[in-house]
């Protein structure tokens, strides 16, 4: 890129800087998200508030599908090298 290409191309400067930010926020979303140790503690929390009936079993069933398909996402994820 010449010294006319890098003059054009200076406006959007900012707007590269925010959807690189952007890119690095929603990475760390999806790593936490796709974390197996939280999803384990949040299946235990569900099982806790099953036993404490704070859920009820249709509650608790629904959550228990939710963070499980979550587990299997985070296994393939892994195994093919995602973040």
Same mark, same amino acid.
């Given at each position: 890129?010449? #010294? #006319?290409? %890098? +003059?054009?191309? +200076?406006?959007? @400067?900012? !707007?590269?800087?925010? $959807?690189?930010? %952007?890119? /690095? $926020? ?5 790593? !936490? =998200? =796709? ?6 503690? /949040? #299946?235990?929390? $569900?099982?806790? %508030?099953?036993? /404490?009936? $704070? +859920? &009820?079993?249709?509650? *608790? &069933?629904? #959550?228990?599908?939710? +963070?499980? *398909?979550?587990?299997?996402? @985070?296994?393939?994820? &892994?195994?093919?090298? /995602?973040?």
């Amino acid at each position: 890129m010449g #010294l #006319l290409g %890098a +003059l054009f191309s +200076l406006p959007l @400067a900012p !707007v590269r800087g925010t $959807v690189w930010v %952007a890119e /690095q $926020v929603r990475r760390e979303a999806e790593r !936490v =998200y =796709y974390d197996p140790g939280s999803i384990r503690r /949040q #299946l235990e929390d $569900v099982e806790r %508030a099953r036993a /404490q009936g $704070v +859920l &009820d079993d249709a509650e *608790a &069933d629904a #959550l228990e599908e939710q +963070l499980v *398909a979550r587990l299997v996402e @985070a296994g393939r994820r &892994d195994r093919e090298g /995602q973040p």
